[in-house]
């Protein structure tokens, strides 16, 4: 049961222009959603977060908006830099843990 | 200010055997979260330690056990490996359930 999900495996953006990443959940109880970026062999680094009682949060480049009535947020990378290519993982608060969508694979073209 | 640190950084172990990885969370944080993640998947909660207790718990078997010490720092157990353990485990420290901050994962093979 997968209750956090990124249905596109990966994007593929030229440096300059807009990346949106996309996220669906299922469960209406997650009220706090976290994005984080990972590149190979490291860690995941935490990019912005979003309250449910918000629909927007901005910081730098990177804006989350989400949208409850769809169970939908999406995380826009305005402008995309070649530095930006990694992997970034949605994901949702459940209580104490995160719940983890399976992550998009981003590449920014120069 | 060091960030989440984990050792080792790599490890091959065999089926049947018992493994402990460790992690020092972030400078003033004093909760410690462990997840699992597989090849091509999202990070999987396996569980969360504060004040020395576990607090919480995602769906792995009693083999999975863990420890939190006075100085937050926290190790990982898995006894009875099995293939399917093989994977990037991630610590992850957050100052009383504020955000999680990771660290680098230790990455396990069994054989």
């Known amino acids: 049961d997968q209750q956090v999900k990124q249905n596109s495996p990966s994007l593929s953006v030229q440096e300059g222009r807009i990346s949106i990443l996309n996220c669906d959940y299922t469960n209406s109880m997650f009220d706090y959603f976290l994005w984080y970026k990972k590149y190979p062999a490291e860690g995941p680094t935490f990019l912005i977060s979003?309250?449910?009682?918000?629909d927007k949060n901005e910081d730098g480049r990177f804006t989350v908006f989400l949208n409850k009535s769809a169970k939908h947020l999406s995380l826009h990378i305005v402008p995309s830099q070649p530095g930006d290519s990694a992997v970034y993982f949605c994901a949702a608060k459940q209580g104490n843990k995160l719940v983890f969508g399976a992550g998009t694979i981003l590449r920014v073209k120069s | 200010d060091a960030g989440v640190t984990q050792s080792p950084t790599h490890l091959i172990k065999t089926r049947g055997q018992q493994v402990t990885l460790r992690c020092s969370p972030k400078s003033g944080h004093d909760t410690v979260s462990w997840y699992q993640q597989a090849l091509g998947q999202g990070p999987q909660f396996i569980f969360q330690y504060y004040e020395e207790e576990e607090r919480q718990r995602g769906n792995f078997p009693d083999r999975f056990s863990g420890h939190q010490f006075p100085n937050y720092s926290s190790e990982l157990n898995v006894n009875a490996l099995l293939l399917g353990d093989s994977a990037l485990y991630l610590c992850?420290?957050?100052?009383?359930?504020?955000?999680?901050?990771f660290g680098p994962g230790t990455r396990l093979t069994v054989l």
């Open positions: 979003i309250s449910s009682i918000k």
């Open positions: 992850a420290s957050s100052l009383s359930g504020h955000t999680q901050y």
